[in-house]
């Protein structure tokens, strides 16, 4: 189920809070947990049907090898052994899910090989909830977590705010929210600031993201209409990926965030404005923030982090970006992007005192354009596609502008104002592009210059209220659509 | 805390009841006609065939239908009412395939039982498509074509329906413009230049050997006409189906040739006709052998679309009995055309630099 879709706002949310705070009111905590459980996997479900063993099967083994590892008096071997194998499990299981054809066909290209492909549907989320499961059988083998009831742990694992597109929680962020009598109480100032959170979320996916996103589909349909785009075509279709990619990812955090206000917790924060960072090394400090933690606690301290000299640090640096690359997607062009990413923050952390010279803003945009380009390698369907949209971009060879490119950013209201003062109608035609700059211009300064919804307070205001009720009532007329969001595939 | 709670109930009350307003707007004013028939005085904007096809066939009176892809959105419903004594609904489909065309027509005949006549504008390019095909272009969304009630919270609840359609007929009704003419319903001609001012080709090659029509195309066929136009005619046999196939340029048929596909086409269509005439309710016309149409570029805007003059004089032309088929004249039409296109001089004819077509 989506957020952005009618049958989550007004059916499944109200149902589910209703529900939750009622039972809890009544006493029966378990039962509200059942019930946040039952519900989750309902909006896992509506997705596939297929997908729901899956997940149940997840969690329980999961489970039991984390009471397994929390057991009294088990050796250090067997819980070392046990521990890996359920890290080992879970890998295989995302691998069998996500890489398998991506591995054969890798064999088949290397050896000449003909395996045939197995086309498996990927689960949705699965590289969310197997990393936060992993994360929760290390912090068992070292002891770090609780004596949790399985409801708990269930619930953990399958809340639906953050199921499907993070961000990646830990267990001593929810547990302690799910167990705590205060949090179990309806809370309005909670649920107010929620509501606010959510009708951003939703206005920055569906009125923002939506609309790139169809410049961004058009002009990534293929070499053939790379062919058709000029140079100028190609660089603004790259700027409406980052600038999609923002608010489609950073957008459904917000919502999965507001949702969680709702119900009376909180969700870790996931971005901190990323576009405004000086450097790549800032830049994942402030993108997608759960899964750095992960990749940091997890992985590259485990390594060493950067205790054992320069050269283990920019190796244990190479091997966190790879693993994010790779967790992002199976293709060369995700590795390849992990990787770039990764050598940019090694090259950063080296010439750190000269860059750190440069002026905010020079490097803010040389930062920004860096990331706009490693987009295209992110968005594009191989490595050899992406290098040819690289090189359109670059060699500024064609300035005109498609004309269906333009046709997108000619919105419902633009057209209504239009209809209404006839004589606007001339302005695009005057000054080609005008609507699509505006809005590249209107994204770029709410990225640079807006507050993300983590510095806003949590106040009550009749400014906010209508912004409130301004951003959900456009947002809810514009769901009428098909919406995908792009972070549900990593 | 009641601070909060009279916020919450302020920003969730107007929220619910604008939205309320919006979905009472679209639904009294209707602009697609998914609930009623267009309602009388008001200036709808009648320009989109994929949202208000369905609507038009569920709910408005007619008798007879008038179909097809863009080659048919230049007719009038009133010419033809004129010339055969029917209630005309037009409902053209741009880009349509046989497969969208036969679900509207279910549509006519579930809503309106037995029709008089329907009247199947056959495009060259479906002969050999997938019975199913359907594009997506000319689909309407499934909460107008559904029945189910709750789907219609995407049409009551849509901003591009507000601000696209319901509230600027409602403003042009308050100005005065009054009803929209229907016989003019997705009639593009009145803004388009036609011949080869406005349109050339460039028939420069001579065409290549022409491929025949496989054992598995002949199929392919067979399975397109008999589920999308056949069985309709089984399943109504009071209801004369004027079929007839609709004349492309000589420049789209040199686009096929140069492609190796003109004989390849031809027999789809004798493999189409033959099929077709087995059914007594269907006459089937092919304007394919008006040559005279056919070559003069100047009664076209691209390779394949006509002035609305073509539309008239097929209307007559079908009402006369002009251009019919009939199982002893098909073979002899088929030996007509093919020997005809496949030695045209199109070079004499468009051997010019221009530009391309679709």
Same mark, same amino acid.
């Given at each position: 189920m989506l957020f952005n879709s009618y049958i989550f706002i007004f059916l499944f949310l109200p149902l589910a809070l209703a529900g939750y705070f009622l039972l809890n009111r009544l006493g029966r905590n378990k039962l509200a947990q059942a019930f946040l459980i039952g519900m989750s996997l309902w909006f896992y479900a509506y997705f596939n049907l297929s997908y729901l063993p899956i997940i149940c099967l997840s969690i329980l083994g999961n489970y039991l090898i984390s009471r397994l590892l929390n057991r009294q008096g088990l050796e250090q071997k067997w819980r070392k052994l046990l521990l890996a194998l359920g890290i080992l499990a879970n890998v295989a299981a995302i691998g069998y899910y996500k890489y398998f054809d991506f591995f054969l066909s890798n064999l088949n290209a290397l050896f000449h090989a003909d395996f045939s492909l197995r086309h498996i549907v990927l689960p949705l989320g699965i590289s969310f909830f197997t990393f936060q499961q992993i994360s929760y059988l290390v912090d068992s083998y070292r002891g770090e977590t609780g004596d949790y009831g399985f409801l708990e742990y269930a619930l953990f694992v399958s809340f639906f705010p953050q199921l499907v597109a993070g961000p990646i929680v830990l267990?001593? %962020?929810?547990?302690?929210?799910?167990?705590?009598? %205060?949090?179990?109480?309806?809370?309005? @100032?909670?649920?107010?600031? &929620? !509501?606010?959170?959510?009708?951003? &979320? !939703? @206005?920055?996916?569906? !009125?923002?993201?939506?609309? !790139?996103?169809?410049?961004? $589909?058009? @002009?990534?349909?293929g070499l053939d209409r790379l062919y058709a785009l000029s140079s100028l075509d190609v660089i603004l279709v790259s700027l409406c990926y980052t600038f999609q990619i923002y608010f $489609?990812?950073? &957008?459904?955090?917000?919502?999965?965030?507001?949702?969680?206000?709702?119900?009376?917790?909180?969700?870790?924060?996931?971005?901190?404005?990323?576009?405004?960072?000086?450097?790549?090394?800032?830049?994942w400090r402030r993108w997608h923030m759960s899964l750095g933690r992960f990749l940091r606690t997890y992985i590259y301290f485990p390594l060493g982090g950067s205790r054992k000299g320069t050269v283990r640090t920019y190796l244990n640096t190479m091997a966190i970006f790879l693993v994010s690359g790779i967790w992002h997607g199976a293709n060369w062009t995700f590795i390849l992007w992990g990787a770039l990413h990764g050598l940019l923050s090694c090259l950063t952390r080296a010439v750190d005192r000269w860059w750190s010279r440069w002026n905010d803003w020079v490097r803010r945009i040389l930062t920004f354009l860096t990331i706009n380009g490693l987009f295209v390698l992110f968005r594009a369907d191989s490595v050899m596609t992406a290098v040819r949209y690289l090189v359109r971009m670059m060699r500024l060879e064609s300035f005109t502008l498609d004309r269906q490119i333009l046709a997108f950013f000619d919105t419902a209201e633009l057209q209504f104002l239009e209809y209404l003062f006839p004589a606007l109608s001339r302005l695009p035609a005057q000054i080609p592009g005008l609507h699509l700059f505006l809005f590249l211009i209107g994204s770029f300064l709410i990225v640079m210059f807006g507050k993300n919804t983590w510095q806003m307070a949590e106040k009550l205001s009749a400014g906010r209220g209508l912004a409130t009720l301004a951003l959900l009532s456009c947002s809810i007329l514009a769901l009428s659509g098909v919406h995908i969001f792009l972070y549900f595939n990593f | 805390m009641d601070n909060a709670k009279r916020w919450c109930a302020w920003v969730l009350a107007v929220t619910l009841a =604008? =939205?309320?307003?919006?979905?009472?707007?679209?639904?009294?004013?209707?602009?697609?006609? #998914?609930?009623?028939?267009?309602?009388?005085? =008001?200036?709808? #904007? +009648? /320009?989109?065939?994929?949202?208000? +096809?369905?609507?038009?066939l569920r709910n408005t009176e007619y008798d007879a239908v008038l179909i097809g892809s863009s080659e048919t959105m230049n007719f009038r419903a009133s010419e033809c009412e004129a010339l055969f004594g029917y209630r005309v609904l037009k409902v053209p489909h741009a880009n349509a395939r046989n497969r969208e065309i036969y679900d509207d027509l279910?549509?006519?005949?579930?809503? #309106?039982?037995?029709?008089?006549?329907?009247?199947?504008?056959?495009?060259?390019?479906?002969?050999?498509? /997938?019975?199913?095909?359907? =594009?997506?272009?000319?689909?309407?969304?499934?909460y107008l074509r559904d029945d189910r009630a709750l789907n219609d919270i995407n049409y009551l609840l849509n901003r591009d329906v507000l601000l696209n359609y319901t509230l600027p007929t409602l403003i042009d009704t308050a100005r005065g413009r009054g009803e929209p003419d229907w016989d003019d319903y997705l009639?593009?001609?009145?803004?388009?230049?036609?011949?080869?001012?406005?349109?050339r080709y460039a028939m420069t090659e001579p065409l290549p050997e022409q491929k025949g029509l496989t054992e598995q195309e002949r199929q392919t066929v067979r399975e397109n006409i008999d589920q999308n136009i056949l069985s309709l005619a089984r399943e109504h046999p009071e209801t004369e189906f004027y079929v007839f196939v609709t004349p492309y340029s000589i420049a789209k048929l040199y686009m096929i040739g140069v492609e190796g596909n003109l004989l390849k086409d031809m027999e789809a269509e004798r493999e189409a006709a033959q099929l077709l005439l087995t059914q007594p309710n269907i006459r089937y016309f092919s304007f394919l052998s008006d040559f005279a149409t056919i070559c003069d570029l100047d009664n076209y805007i691209d390779a394949v679309h006509y002035g609305p003059w073509i539309n008239s004089r097929m209307l007559q032309c079908m009402k006369a009995g002009e251009y019919e088929l009939r199982p002893e004249t098909l073979e002899a039409y088929f030996e007509t055309i093919s020997a005809f296109y496949l030695s045209y001089d199109y070079q004499a004819n468009g051997g010019q630099e221009g530009n391309d077509a679709f």
């Open positions: 267990h001593s %962020e929810m547990i302690p929210q799910f167990r705590d009598p %205060e949090l179990r109480r309806f809370d309005w @100032g909670s649920f107010a600031h &929620g !509501l606010f959170l959510f009708s951003v &979320g !939703l @206005g920055k996916k569906v !009125l923002l993201a939506d609309v !790139l996103g169809q410049a961004v $589909d058009y @002009g990534y349909a $489609d990812f950073s &957008g459904y955090c917000d919502m999965a965030t507001g949702i969680c206000r709702m119900f009376h917790m909180r969700l870790p924060q996931n971005f901190d404005s990323p576009y405004r960072a000086v450097s790549i090394s800032d830049y | =604008l =939205l309320a307003i919006v979905a009472g707007l679209n639904a009294w004013t209707d602009p697609f006609f #998914h609930y009623r028939a267009p309602r009388p005085g =008001l200036s709808y #904007h +009648n /320009d989109s065939d994929v949202y208000m +096809n369905d609507g038009l279910q549509a006519g005949f579930r809503t #309106h039982g037995e029709l008089k006549a329907v009247f199947f504008g056959l495009d060259y390019d479906n002969l050999l498509t /997938d019975k199913d095909l359907m =594009l997506a272009a000319s689909v309407a969304p499934d009639v593009w001609s009145d803004d388009d230049s036609f011949g080869a001012s406005a349109y």
